[in-house]
């Protein structure tokens, strides 16, 4: 049976309400929001088991100096569907697996930025990306530091996993919130080879839906298959340019292992409207102020 879902419709002029049962708080915005928030702190970010990929290696600690939003939940063709309206962007094919509350595919990397984009202007807040897939501060300028981009984005790979792994209230569990792949994703062996309705599926330890399978998301970060070997360990982004961006959670035609919290999956970047999959979806981030 499906659970539920908690939404809100929330002011421009409302800094923040209660969000869900505890203290979570909603970013502000007048549309129709599934969010939760994640509290920063330390995790072994990478394949843990000694059975994942060279790209999900090594393990090592990593920490979120930060809070951030993610959405419950990938955006859906119902959410979608208000911006393609107002800007007069063509609604994606739904491959006739139906549209409503399925996460919406064949959304390029930047078609999902201009998403982005498009809601922190509804909501008065500065944009998160340029017109190139870089992460811009308030001002417009370039930067690395995800503690000063302010606007709806896509999630980084660190906060991506972070959060699949139920931040500080993690279990440990192999996928989003449990060691039985068929708990909490969709893939090749149960899905029907198509998209399922969001939040069919047991959430994770936060609350969160679908990070495990139905369709890979969107990340910010640019691909680099060795990006572990360097990278930084505080807050870590990638925003070297590779010509590929970052997925993660797998989708409904992919195997076990790239359903995992840890697993590491990249698609070309090429423009705003290119390179859209009927495998790839995404979902909303916003760091806390």
Avoid at 59 to 64: G, L
Avoid at 137 to 166: C, H, M, Q, S
Avoid at 195 to 206: D, Q
Avoid at 211 to 222: A, F, K, L
């Amino acid at each position: 049976m499906k659970k539920p879902r908690v939404s809100f419709l929330v002011a421009i002029s409302i800094v923040s309400i209660i969000f869900m049962e505890g203290c979570h708080l909603l970013p502000p915005s007048h549309f129709m929001m599934d969010m939760v928030l994640v509290e920063g702190g330390a995790y072994v970010m990478g394949d843990t088991t000694g059975d994942g990929k060279d790209s999900e290696k090594p393990a090592h600690e990593v920490f979120i100096s930060y809070d951030f939003w993610i959405g419950t939940h990938e955006v859906t063709y119902d959410e979608y569907a208000a911006f393609c309206n107002e800007e007069g962007v063509h609604l994606p094919w739904d491959s006739n697996w139906g549209k409503g509350e399925r996460p919406v595919i064949r959304v390029s990397w930047g078609g999902a930025a201009k998403y982005c984009n498009w809601l922190s202007e509804k909501s008065l807040l500065p944009k998160a990306y340029d017109n190139s897939g870089n992460l811009v501060d308030r001002f417009g300028n370039i930067t690395t530091d995800i503690t000063k981009v302010l606007g709806y984005r896509l999630p980084t790979e660190a906060e991506w996993e972070y959060a699949a792994r139920g931040g500080i209230i993690s279990t440990g569990t192999l996928y989003a919130g449990s060691n039985n792949v068929d708990d909490v994703g969709w893939y090749y062996y149960n899905s029907g080879q198509k998209t399922s309705i969001v939040c069919m599926k047991m959430p994770n330890e936060l609350g969160i839906y679908d990070m495990s399978g139905n369709v890979h998301e969107w990340c910010s970060d640019w691909w680099d298959e060795q990006y572990y070997d360097n990278s930084t360990t505080v807050n870590p982004y990638n925003g070297a340019d590779s010509g590929f961006k970052s997925m993660r959670g797998g989708s409904f035609i992919d195997n076990a292992h790239s359903l995992s919290v840890f697993s590491r999956g990249h698609s070309l970047y090429e423009g705003i409207y290119n390179c859209a999959h009927p495998n790839i979806g995404f979902r909303i981030c916003r760091s806390k102020p």
